[in-house]
Structure formats: structure tokens, C-alpha cells
């Protein structure tokens, strides 16, 4: 046995609720050598994290480990009782979860959970695992490592409860880290400082790792080796360096190609009719208590101003906690406005969505980020996208029929999904009823709160296509709210940066009007590139870091 | 997972087990008996048909017979008459008025929600026999009377519930699309929420069920709820509570079947049939 990790012929299989068997990981074999970090790449439904959670002898409620060999460190995890195998985990093994906040217990200290394995395992005494649990937080960059530990999970912001996570792994002494997508939920910024501090800590203790991700800048960041899985089989394996330059697989291809740089759609034509669709001035809106100005006592949006021009899309960016969605909410009129005026199509809007005409609701539509909640799962696909046809056009029930197959095809989904219900879909698909949902209103303007941030890069730049297809055809103007720099450029002609409620600046990626204002700098030059030595080589104003980031 | 020990089978695409299917049968069994309980009765429930009280099981009186003499089996197939017909009453009127009710809370929030929710909290704190008496006594022991008190009773439980499910769903954001499409307040309870919550409504309808016919029995047991020689099965078990030092099979056979009806309304809830999602089987 000369590496650390082997997989042999894995095979996992899951009984549905109509007694079917389905295997969802058909023959997976794997080596990580001492020391090595793997990524398993691959989209959602791939197997990637079934792969992973494997390695720890794990199998999901429902699921199966069928065949194959788990060699961790010389013991077959496959064949162990339950009790054996609680011994090695948190110990040899150990897990960091994709969202920290959900895997904290809130009622009680953070010191008490990260120490906790060593409870558990008796591995040292309470005493020398704080000491120990202290150094670590040192190690992973954690401010005031002597204090944090007293606090409680919602006293820290979500990267620090991602490191945190990753000190409760760490503290087991693991030979083996699995890592399952843990910068997935957090803002570029924040996710640069926690992809250091996990490669300084894996590179010091010499701690082979698996890392789940569906991003591969990120994963090129912090993986020796790629292995891409795609409907429960290895596609390609290789270094890196290797993938990322001479990818064989068409799959792998496809990940890489969501990340080149797209024509952009020229709007020269455009500049000759320039028509305000919305115009905000000085628009205020927060939550709290009104104080005597009429103004909420926490401003989440202050004084923003935008334009919109008819058949142009504003994009909006920042990171989580900036008051971009909120302004999102409030130009729908589902948060009114403290302060300041919405002009729409030429007539001053309501502030509230309730007291606004019908034509003006159905003109402007909002499509949320989570087409999870934003489908109500009781009903069929059907009966969601015909709604805002019966509501606003009054369509009898077949010219209903027939124009929900033709958006089905506008939003290019089989028509026969039609009858399924949204839990039967997948996440792309979800998001492209969402849409054709807000297509049937007929509207001008389309508010996309950060509708491709739950979507794996692949699904996410097909989703982006669609859009500018139907603007082409429609004649639409996007707000298009996001996180994500390379989305929004894709998309939108006019870039509006926002940070702590307030527009910072206005970029125009057309006219090559490069950002100057220094926190839109800090963001653009912390989104991940495909090339491996990015994180290592990149250098950031500390001045700048310690201003706008939050640490 | 103890569920998927019992072994379920599959039925027009839902999957069902065993006990489900068992205790449905048995509620059934009683709804026929409730609805045919005239023609099928040996004897009128007045007539004294025995010598003895208290008489055994014997061919003629199936069930033996009570403290007068009478047939015990005609007075419990009448019986189930009124204790299955009034509580399904009462627990329509509670739940239909409850889940309504909770729903528009939920949805419009602020004062109405407030103003609903003390008073139904207020509603709650009066103990439910107590309520009972306190009416049986002011306007006298009618059957109408008796399905509005029980519904009453039962109506503040049903709001509370109905609304902390309609709150967790009134979050999400298909209710945000909705409202600002424009939609009005009967929509959004009744298309948005209300299939997203059924199945945990119903199972609260079936339980509620349970609760009322035990007070009614319970009722009926003080002597408030039906009146002679009308007897529901709390008040045959009360009546021929005297038997009991004798085995007579007159307190025994309504007891049981207060049983048989709540137990196989529980089981029920607790299996309903499931509706399969995966359609490739």
C-alpha cells in the first residue's frame, strides 16, 4: 500500500421510494497519495459528494455502498462495523461541511464544538486541546485567536465560521481532510482569505485532502490533482496544470469554456433611441424602528440612483450584506421605500407593490435567486407558468395550454415536463420555469436577483445565454443583481458597484471604463482565475483589505 | 427507519401498508354503521328485551344486555350514530373555521393577526369540560348545541396549528411572487398555502376527531351530553358502569369500540397512503 487513499471499483446504490434501485456511483476508483489534495469536480447530481462522504464509510439515508474497496490508510472503510468506523472519524478522517453556519450548534461556545472531537476520542485533556484548538486559529488566520473561541457561531461572520469549521476538523489530527464545497456560499472576497488559510494549514501539516467543488478557478487554486465525475463515473483524472490545459473529455471542456471570456452583444444601435424605462432618485430604504426624518434607524440602501434604458441591462454587484437585493425588493415595491422616487415607463410609481395598477405589477417582474422556494412545490410546472397568464391576460384555458408550451420552448425545456412538479426538476430547470414564469406576465423589465449564484458554472452560463436570447427577441431590460463579476459582465452593459448600502461607481465594461474607485478594484481582483498560481502570486493592499474586507 | 420496515405496496401510484389499510376498513366499517344503524337493529334501543341486567353474551343479545335489560348490540349500533355523526361534525366545523382562519393570519399579519391570535389563545385557557357544563347548562343539551360547543372548543387548537404552518410557508418566496403579482387574499390561502400544508392539516383533522369523540364520551359520561334513552358510547359505558364488578360485556363493548375508532383513526394518520415521486418505477 503505498498511498494513502485508495478507491477500487466503488459502487453505490440508492432504493427509491417505489422500491427501484438506482446506483449513483458506478465503479469509481480513486488514489490520493500522502499529502495530496484532490478535487472532485463535476455538476450537481454528479456523485461528487456521495464520492467523498464515502471515504469516511458514510452512505446518505437511502444509499447503499454496493461493491468496491475503501482502502483509507490501510483499513477498508466498505467493511467496517459502524463502530470501527466512528473510531476513525474525526481522527484519521475528517469532514468540513459545505454550509458551517448549519453545522454549528448555536446554543453553545465555539471553543466547546471545536474541542469536542477530542472529547469524544479522549485524544488529549480539555486543557491542552483549547491551547491546541488556539494555535490553530492562529494558523488559519482567525482574529483574536484567544478570544474567538468564547464567542457563539452567530457572533462570526460566515468565512470565519468556515475556518472554524475547518479547526474542528483539524484538531483530530486528520491524515485525511474532505473538504465538501466550503466556499460555495461565501463572497469572493471573504473566499480568498479562507482558501489561504486552508492551504497554509494543509501545506504545514502535510494533510492529504479532498476537495468538492463545481468551481474550477477555486479548485485550481488548491488542488494537486483533478478528478471530473459526471453521472456517477470518473470522466478524467489528472494534474491540474494538465486539465486545465489539455482537457480530453468533453465534459471538462464544457467547465472550461464557461470560463473564457463571451462576445459581448454590441448595443451601438441602442445609444440613437435611449429611452428611460426606470429611473431611481435618492432612494432610501432599511429596517428598524422610523426615526423622527421618517427614515429607518438601519439603512440597507441609501440614496441610490440608477437608470435603466429600454432593451439595456444594469447590472448590479457587491458582495452579500451590501443592500443589493434589498434594492432589488424595493424597486418591486415588496419593501417599500423610506425615501425617494420610482419612475417607471414614465409614470412615478407606488412605493408599495400592493397600491400599484395591475399593468404596472405585470410590466416589471422579479425572478428570485432560489428556485426552490420561489416554485410552489404543490403544484405542477403547469399551473405555475398559466397563472400569470389566467391573472393578467384573462387567457381561456386552452390559449393557456398552448402558451405555456410556447414558453416551455422560449425557455428551451421539453414540453412534457409540464406535468411534473418543481421537486422533480433540477436546479437548471428550475430556474428556466422561474423565468418562463416571469416571461408569461409579458413584462418590460425582468429583476434577476442572483439567479445563476445557486447554479453549477456549466448550467449557469447556458442560463446567461438564454437571457440575451430573449432580449433579442423580446425587446427586455434586466436588472441583473449578482455577486459574480464574470456573470454580470457577460450580460450587462452598465455595472453598478455597491458596498454598505451606497453606489459606489458606475462601470461601462463597453467603453472599457476600467474601475477606479478602490473597493471595486479590491473586487475584481478577487475573483478566482483558472490559472493555478493566481492565489499564491496575488497580492492585496492590506490598507484596502482591512477597510472593505470582512474578516 | 422504522417505516420502511413495515412493507409497503403500491396502489395507482401511491404506496400504502398493511395497517393503513386495516384501520381504514375499520373507520368505514363504523361510517356504514352510523349511516344504516336504523335498519339494522335487532330491537328498538328502548325496549327491555331481557329478564335479567347485566345478562352475558348470548345468541338473540349478541352484546348481552344493560343495567334495564335492554339489547346492548342495537344500543351501540345507534350509538355509533351519534358519536360518529356529531364529533364528524364538530371536527368539520373546527377545522374548516380554524385552518381559515389561521391562514388569513398568517398571510396578513399585523393587528388582525394579533387581535385573532389572543383571543383564540384566550379561547384555549378555558378548560374544555368546563366550557362544556358551563353551555350544557345555560342553553340545555341539544344535538346542535353539542356539535357547536365541541366545535368551539376545538376551533382555537386548529387556528394555532394551521397558523405556524402558514407562517413557515408565507416566508417563502413563491408567496412574495405571488403578492406582487396582485393576487388576492382567497388565492394565496387557497392555492398557494393550503396545498402546501394538506397533508399535516389533515392529520391534525384525524386527531382532533380522536379528542372530540373521547369528549363527547367524556360528556356524556358527567351525564351533559346526549340524553336518555338517546346514548352515545361514553354514555352507555356510564350508564352500565355498574357492571363492571360483574364482566358485564355492557360496559366492556362500548369501551371497546370508543377504542376501535380512536386507535384506528390514529393508525391511520400515521399511514397514510404515500404518494410515489419516482415516476420511472
Redesign the interface.
Known amino acids: 500500500m503505498t498511498n494513502l487513499v485508495e478507491v477500487r471499483n466503488l459502487r453505490i446504490e440508492a432504493t427509491t421510494d417505489a422500491g427501484r434501485l438506482v446506483e449513483i456511483i458506478r465503479g469509481v476508483s480513486l488514489d490520493i497519495a500522502d499529502g495530496e489534495i484532490v478535487a472532485l469536480i463535476g455538476e450537481s447530481g454528479s456523485g461528487k459528494t456521495t464520492v467523498a462522504l464515502s471515504l469516511m464509510g458514510y452512505a446518505r439515508p437511502g444509499c447503499r455502498i454496493t461493491g468496491g474497496e475503501i482502502n483509507v490508510n490501510g483499513k477498508n472503510m466498505a467493511a467496517l462495523s459502524e463502530k470501527e468506523r466512528a473510531k476513525l472519524r474525526g481522527t484519521d478522517i475528517a469532514y468540513v461541511p459545505q454550509s458551517a453556519a448549519a453545522a454549528f450548534n448555536p446554543s453553545s461556545t465555539i471553543m466547546e464544538q471545536v474541542i469536542e472531537v477530542t472529547r469524544i476520542h479522549g485524544l488529549m485533556p480539555p486543557e491542552k486541546a483549547r491551547q491546541r484548538a488556539v494555535e490553530l486559529f492562529r494558523a488559519l488566520s482567525l482574529p483574536d485567536p484567544e478570544g474567538i473561541g468564547a464567542r457563539y457561531p452567530h457572533q462570526v461572520s460566515g468565512g470565519q465560521l468556515q475556518r472554524l469549521s475547518a479547526a474542528m476538523a483539524l484538531i483530530g489530527d486528520p491524515k485525511l481532510m474532505i473538504f465538501d464545497e466550503p466556499t460555495t456560499a461565501l463572497d469572493v472576497t471573504t473566499q480568498i482569505d479562507v482558501l489561504k488559510a486552508f492551504k497554509s494549514v494543509m501545506r504545514a501539516g502535510g494533510i492529504a485532502g479532498v476537495y468538492v467543488s463545481h468551481d474550477l478557478a477555486v479548485v485550481a487554486q488548491i488542488a494537486d490533482r483533478i478528478v471530473v465525475l459526471k453521472g456517477g463515473e470518473v470522466q478524467e483524472t489528472g494534474t491540474t496544470a494538465a486539465i486545465l490545459s489539455a482537457a480530453q473529455h468533453p465534459y471538462t471542456r464544457e467547465l472550461l469554456a464557461a470560463f473564457e471570456p463571451k462576445p459581448r452583444q454590441s448595443h451601438a444601435d441602442a445609444d440613437a433611441r435611449t429611452k428611460q424605462l426606470l429611473r431611481i432618485d435618492n432612494v432610501t430604504a432599511g429596517y428598524g424602528a422610523v426615526r423622527d426624518d421618517g427614515l429607518p434607524l438601519i439603512r440597507a440602501v441609501d440614496s441610490v440612483s440608477l437608470v435603466v434604458e429600454t432593451g439595456r441591462n444594469l447590472g448590479v454587484i457587491g458582495e452579500s450584506g451590501c443592500g443589493k437585493s434589498t434594492l432589488a425588493r424595493v424597486i418591486a415595491g415588496i419593501h417599500p421605500a423610506a425615501a425617494g422616487d420610482i419612475v417607471f415607463d414614465g409614470k412615478q410609481l407606488e412605493r408599495a407593490a400592493r397600491k400599484r395598477s395591475q399593468d404596472q405589477l405585470r410590466e416589471m417582474q422579479i425572478v428570485f435567486q432560489y428556485a426552490d422556494t420561489a416554485l410552489n412545490p404543490a403544484k405542477p410546472v403547469e399551473d405555475i407558468i398559466s397563472r400569470p397568464l389566467a391573472f393578467y391576460h384573462r387567457l381561456d384555458r386552452q390559449a393557456r395550454s398552448k402558451r405555456v408550451d410556447e414558453l416551455l420552448d422560449m425557455v428551451r425545456l421539453p414540453r412534457g415536463l409540464r406535468y411534473r412538479h418543481p421537486s422533480e426538476l433540477s436546479g437548471g430547470q428550475k430556474q428556466r420555469v422561474n423565468f418562463a414564469r416571469a416571461l408569461a406576465a409579458g413584462p418590460k423589465l425582468i429583476i434577476c436577483d442572483e439567479i445563476t449564484s445557486a447554479l453549477d458554472t456549466v448550467v449557469a452560463s447556458a442560463v446567461i445565454e438564454l437571457l440575451k436570447e430573449l432580449q433579442r427577441e423580446l425587446g427586455l431590460s434586466y436588472i441583473f443583481i449578482s455577486h459574480d463579476l464574470s456573470v454580470v459582465e457577460a450580460i450587462c452593459d452598465e455595472i453598478m458597484v455597491m458596498y454598505n448600502g451606497e453606489r459606489v461607481e458606475q462601470i461601462t465594461p463597453d467603453k472599457l471604463k476600467a474601475p477606479t474607485h478602490p473597493y471595486s478594484k479590491l473586487l475584481f481582483s478577487s475573483v478566482p482565475k483558472l490559472d493555478p498560481t493566481w492565489l499564491d502570486g496575488l497580492v492585496r493592499d492590506p490598507e484596502l483589505v482591512s477597510q472593505y474586507g470582512h474578516r | 427507519?422504522a417505516r420502511a420496515a413495515v412493507s409497503?405496496r403500491?396502489f395507482l401510484g401511491h404506496?400504502y401498508n398493511l395497517v393503513g389499510v386495516v384501520a381504514a376498513l375499520v373507520i368505514l366499517a363504523w361510517t356504514l354503521v352510523a349511516i344504516f344503524a336504523p335498519y339494522i337493529l335487532p330491537h328498538p334501543i328502548g325496549e327491555i328485551v331481557d329478564d335479567d341486567y347485566f345478562g352475558p353474551m348470548r345468541q338473540g343479545l349478541w352484546f348481552g344486555s344493560d343495567y334495564l335489560g335492554r339489547d346492548m348490540l342495537s344500543r351501540v349500533l345507534m350509538g355509533a350514530r351519534y358519536t360518529v355523526g356529531i364529533s364528524l361534525a364538530a371536527v368539520c366545523i373546527a377545522c374548516f373555521s380554524g385552518v381559515v382562519l389561521g391562514m388569513i393570519a398568517a398571510v396578513t399579519g399585523g393587528w388582525l393577526d394579533s387581535c385573532l391570535s389572543r383571543f383564540l389563545d384566550a379561547m384555549n385557557s378555558i378548560p374544555s369540560k368546563l366550557f362544556g357544563l358551563v353551555v350544557v347548562a345555560a342553553v340545555g343539551s341539544s344535538i346542535p348545541a353539542l356539535i357547536l360547543t365541541l366545535a368551539v372548543i376545538y376551533i382555537p387548537g386548529a387556528y394555532r396549528f394551521a397558523r405556524a404552518l402558514a407562517v413557515n410557508i408565507n416566508t417563502?418566496?413563491?408567496m412574495?411572487?405571488a403578492?406582487?403579482?396582485?393576487?388576492s387574499i382567497g388565492y394565496l390561502i387557497g392555492?398557494?398555502i393550503l396545498?402546501?400544508i394538506?397533508r399535516p392539516v389533515l392529520a391534525d383533522f384525524g386527531l382532533r376527531f380522536v379528542f372530540i369523540v373521547l369528549l363527547l364520551s367524556g360528556l356524556s359520561f358527567l351525564g351533559l351530553g346526549l340524553q336518555p334513552p338517546l346514548a352515545d358510547w361514553g354514555a352507555l359505558v356510564r350508564e352500565n358502569i355498574g357492571g363492571l364488578p360483574f364482566a358485564a360485556p355492557a360496559v366492556i363493548v362500548p369501551s371497546l369500540a370508543i377504542a376501535s375508532l380512536t386507535i384506528s383513526v390514529n393508525l391511520l394518520i400515521d399511514n397514510l397512503p404515500?404518494k410515489?415521486?419516482?415516476?420511472?418505477?
Open positions: 427507519m409497503r403500491s404506496s417563502m418566496d413563491f412574495t411572487v403578492r406582487v403579482r396582485g393576487e392555492s398557494e396545498p402546501n394538506i404515500q410515489i415521486r419516482d415516476r420511472n418505477a
